[in-house]
C-alpha cells in the first residue's frame, strides 16, 4: 500500500472515530463508558472496545484482528484489576490492568489505566497481549456503527471497506474508486 494512501486511511478512520466519539457524547446514560484500545494478540495487531459501567464492571464488548475487519463478541466480568473476557469460538483473554507511575499506589480500574495486559487462550495455544486504551467516551456505541458515513449495514460496509483495501493492494484503480462511491 502507498503511504499517501495509508496516510488518508488513518486520518479518515480518525475523523470517524472523532465524530463518532462527540455524537454518542451527547446520548450518554450515566456510569456507562467505552473504552477503545490498540494492540497485539501474539503479533497480530488487534483492537477492541469495551463497554465499563463506573469503571470497574464489563458491560460488553468486541475485538477485531486488524486484517480480518469483522467483530467477535466479548463476554466478560472484571474481579478487581483482572479482567477475562471470552469469546464465542472459545478463545479466551486472561488480562490484568496496567498504569504507568500516575496510578502508583492507587487500586487500578479503567478510570486510571493506560491499558490491558495478559494471554489469550483457545485450547493448547497461548499468545502474549499487550493493548493500550486510544480512546474512551461516554456511553455505549451506537448502533449501527458507521450511521454517520453510510445507511448500508455495518456488515455491508464493512466488507466494502475491505474490498477497498484489497483493491488499493492490488493496484486494482477501477475497483478501488468503484468501492468509494458506488453507483446505486
Known sequence: MSRPIAQWLIVMAAAASLTFSLASAAEAPKGLT??????????YKVGMSLL???????????????????DIQLDGRVDGENLTLQEQ??????LHLVSNDSAKGQNLNFYNSTGLQGVWTK?????????????SYEGSARTPWYS??????????????????QAVIAGD???AARLVCPIR
Open 34 to 43: 467505552t473504552y477503545q484500545m490498540e494492540g497485539k494478540v501474539g503479533p
Open 52 to 70: 465499563v459501567r463506573d469503571h470497574v464492571e464489563f458491560a460488553g464488548g468486541h475485538y477485531y484482528y486488524a486484517n480480518k475487519l469483522a
Open 123 to 135: 485450547g493448547d495455544k497461548t499468545l502474549p497481549v499487550a493493548l493500550q486504551f486510544t480512546a
Open 173 to 175: 484503480k477501477a475497483s
Open 89 to 94: 469460538g472459545g478463545g479466551v483473554f486472561a
Open 148 to 165: 454517520d458515513v453510510t445507511d448500508e449495514p455495518d456488515a455491508a460496509f464493512e466488507d466494502r471497506a475491505k474490498k477497498f483495501l
